[in-house]
């Protein structure tokens, strides 16, 4: 039996598509309030507890180069055009080290996402989302073939603190990132940061409801989450995040007014 949200989505709360793309283009990134996120999944909303529960079945991370076995996550790759969502087989996620020099330089092979999770109404909500919202701020006359990656990740907390982003202030190397926040269990601090290429701070906040999200343009914005602490040490700690990646081909025609921005223009 699935569980609905003690509060329905209202649709007056979704910001609309042309706000976000303003606000992703003059700023960098969006930060989103799980009200407006849940209006934005609109009745797939409805279906949350089956899909965080999901969090509840990831694997352990062998690839921490800092040693730590406090990143649980699952992956999985997807081919998403006008709306046409494709999985694609299963495969390693591969960062180079320019973006990742902690973790990056190898493939890593993780979980698969499950099959439940992978067709939940949620993720596929947010596909489409991205998908449109996302050729929108990048002025595509056609829609792009966007490689979606997906990663469930759960941080835990423990006597150690647990580090979401153990590279620390980083971008991911793809187009456009969407964060949200799935959970977070007797834990405090995970402060999100968001900075221009140079450091410069354009944003901090802590996503702390359930479907508070950020949008990143992951070419013009660092991005980064502050270790997590445990704060009663008599129960487990975690803080659970969806991270959704979109990258469009290389010669996917994108107009020159949508270039990206180089780092030295205002961002205000
Ligand atoms: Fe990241």
Redesign the pocket.
Known sequence: MLKKPAESPRARDAPTEPQLVEALNRDGFVHLAAREMRALLGPAASWWDELAESWDDLGVDRYMADGGRYRRRRHAVFHVRAGQIDRQAHQPHYQSRDYNPLNGGVERWFEAVLMTTASHPILRRLLKLGDGLFAAADGYGLPPCWKVEIHQFRIEAADQAGRP?PEGF?R?GVDW?MVMLIDRRNVADGLTQIGQPDGQSLGEFTLSAPGDAVLLDDRRVL?GVTPIHRISTSKPAHRDVLVITFSAPHDAGRTPAAAPLSADLPYS
């Open positions: 982003t980083h991911d990132v991005h």
